[in-house]
């Protein structure tokens, strides 16, 4: 998915436009809890939920989290990782996914 659009002002039309796709996305690939996602912009940090419109509010006043560009909260998966950084990297993909777990886990103690 294009994510050009993080780049843009965020009061421009491609950007809004952008935030709409990112929605789109994350509540069809990602994993929703009912109509809460975890809130990507850079204030919430994906650390908090927030409703779908919540969230646009937030991506649009506060802006998207700067280095979030795999979402691997919003379903995107490691295979976005590697092209992105196109070499493959680090602990082999048991391993990343465990880890992941674990870091799920720790953040679902903490929901705000
Ligand atoms: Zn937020």
Known sequence: MDKEWNKFPRFSQEYINGVTQFLDFSYTNGRPQEDEHLCPC?????LYWKTRDNI?????AKC?????DIWLHH?????DREKAHGVHE???DDA????N????????LYPG
């Not at 998207?64 to 979030?68: A, C, H, I, R, W």
């Not at 990343?96 to 880890?99: A, C, L, M, N, Q």
Request: proline share 3%; aromatic share 14%.
């Open 42 to 46: 850079a204030k919430c940090k994906k």
């Open 56 to 60: 646009k509010d937030h991506l649009i």
């Open 64 to 68: 998207f989290l700067k280095g979030y």
């Open 75 to 79: 379903g995107s998966n490691y295979k």
């Open 90 to 92: 680090g602990p082999n």
């Open 96 to 99: 990343r996914k465990f880890y």
């Open 101 to 108: 777990l674990i870091k799920e886990a720790e953040q679902e």
